[in-house]
């Protein structure tokens, strides 16, 4: 154990000489007077990109709305607007047969009488005409 002393022992000093060495450097460098001038550059520096940051900050406020307006305009027109060729074609089938059920209703009011109603006058236009005879034509009532 005394060996083991001695040895760490021996170790230590030869750790403090070489701390002596590396004071004994630092003690030879030349004392510089204290200067805060570089600390004036960079509050300096700070200061006019501080300003600048500001400046981009405000600028922010206004693009960013502007930019998502124009993209919701945008999105509007391209949803609302569209192609001439792809505009809906209105199907001639029903705005005729809107014209016909007119025609057949007005058609079947004109035609009842007392004693037909206008369902009973419509089913019977829709049948195929009877053939008259001279006679039919001639008939008094």
Known sequence: MNDKLNFDGRMLDEKLAAQAQIAD???????????????????????AMAARRKKLDLFGWIWKPAAGVALAGALAVAFVAREPGMAPVARKSIEKELVNSYVESTASWEVSTDGVSSVEAKEK?????????????????
């Open 125 to 141: 236009s829709t049948q195929a005409p009877s053939e008259w005879d001279q006679e039919d034509g001639s008939a008094t009532l």
């Open 25 to 47: 450097a630092v003690k030879a460098l030349p004392e510089e007077p204290l200067s805060l001038a570089w600390r004036s550059d960079l509050n300096t520096k700070l200061h």
